[in-house]
């Protein structure tokens, strides 16, 4: 079944992106049809990292969100991952709502997964309890506890947003924190995570043989 991934968390500095890389890495690796969408207007990391796979949105023109649609509307197999930029929750919510997107999809058999990327703040928990208010059970939820971005979750996992989370089927993820050394190179050489891995000639800045196995391991867990 070919799927749309909303990867978003509202809040900023979560690590949204670095979950859109993985999973288009992750597609790429398992030979998966996919297209990329990225709302971020000031920094487009994931067209940064995946050029070629990703393509620019503005998230408040229907025109723009539209081409999300289309996309599966050409090849109903083909995977969507969209990258959302904080703060893009009311305007992808209101072109949601207004084409009626969940009946839409489902007439195409496409799941309609969101991707809630958090840290271990309360505002992340808030956030997802504002997702479930919205959308309720109508689509897949998949919320990805960041340890890149916080080490303790307790917030989330005493909360009744949890409880709920499990209520729904939610698929809970504990997301692996890479180095930051590691990850800062890779940011700087502009490297999709493969690249990253099997890329030996890339000078001082690239990375060395242990850095790449850390990589490597890291990616297989995410």
């Known amino acids: 079944m070919a799927s749309i991934n909303f990867v978003g968390g509202e809040k900023g500095g979560v690590g949204k992106s670095v979950v859109s890389r993985v999973l288009a890495q992750y597609y790429i690796d398992a ?28 998230v408040d023109k229907y025109e723009s969100l539209d081409a999300i649609a289309n996309v599966l509307e050409e090849n109903p197999e083909q995977n969507i991952i969209v990258d959302l930029a904080a703060q893009t929750f009311a305007p992808v919510s209101r072109w949601i709502t207004d084409s009626s997107l969940f009946e ?7 799941a309609v997964n969101f991707w809630h990327v958090m840290d271990d703040g309360k505002d992340s928990v808030d956030l997802l309890g ?29 909360s009744p947003v949890y409880e709920r989370a499990k209520e729904l089927g939610a698929t809970l993820i504990e997301f692996p924190r890479l180095h930051d050394t590691s990850m800062r190179k890779i940011d700087q050489l502009n490297s999709s995570f493969w690249s990253a891995v099997n890329n030996r000639t890339a000078g001082s800045d690239g990375l060395g043989l242990l850095e790449r196995q850390r990589v490597k ?3 297989r867990g995410a």
């Open 217 to 219: 391991t890291w990616l």
């Open 130 to 158: 504002r997702l479930f208010d919205t959308y309720g059970a109508m689509p897949n939820y998949v919320v990805v506890m960041n340890y890149g971005r916080g080490s303790d979750f307790s917030i989330f996992k005493r």
């Open 104 to 110: 839409a999809f489902a007439e195409f058999g496409v």
């Open 31 to 58: 030979e998966k049809p996919f297209v990329g969408f990225d709302t971020d207007r000031s920094h487009g990391s994931f067209i940064r990292f995946y050029e070629g796979y990703a393509h620019p949105t503005v």
